[in-house]
């Protein structure tokens, strides 16, 4: 017969293991450049969020609908709107609202005529992000 006592604390020993894992990797992660910007529920398909950078300065990060997470300069090369008050969220793509061009995950620009015909235009840098399940995090120095 299992022993009640014994099988509260093999699961309190999980559990412990469980929440001291996540701070020792936060800090992994921030001593190679990592920082985190948003929990992860908050930044759903679709989602657009600014975040200032104290070296980077200002950013935006924004979810595809297909779930990747993109972070990016937060000023549109057209003529500089930010993405975080103007960006709308399109596919795999974000639009900024204030002439329509496109920025795809890669940060590759491009404006959409009405037939569908695609001109490139100038891309926006784009960093590299991770998202845990938990946290979002990017990271400004790095690719
Ligand atoms: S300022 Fe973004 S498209 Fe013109």
Redesign the pocket.
């Known amino acids: 017969m299992d022993d009640p006592g014994r099988m509260a604390l093999g699961d309190d020993v999980v559990v412990a293991e469980a929440l001291l894992g996540a701070p020792e990797a936060a800090h992994e992660a921030a001593d190679e450049g990592w920082v985190p910007v948003v929990h992860s529920e908050l930044l759903p398909p679709g989602g657009v969020v600014g975040f200032d950078h104290d070296d980077r300065g200002p950013l935006v990060v924004w979810r595809s609908e297909g779930g990747r997470v993109v972070a990016m300069d937060d000023r ?1 090369p ?4 930010s993405l975080r008050a103007v960006g709308v969220v399109d596919g795999e793509e974000i639009v ?1 609202t ?4 496109r920025f795809g995950t890669d940060g590759a620009g491009c404006k959409q005529s009405m037939h569908g015909r695609r001109d490139e235009k100038d891309a926006v840098d784009v960093m590299a992000t991770l998202d845990d399940g938990d946290r979002v995090w990017i990271r400004p120095a790095g690719d």
């Open positions: 549109c057209h003529q500089w709107s900024c204030t002439h329509f061009w």
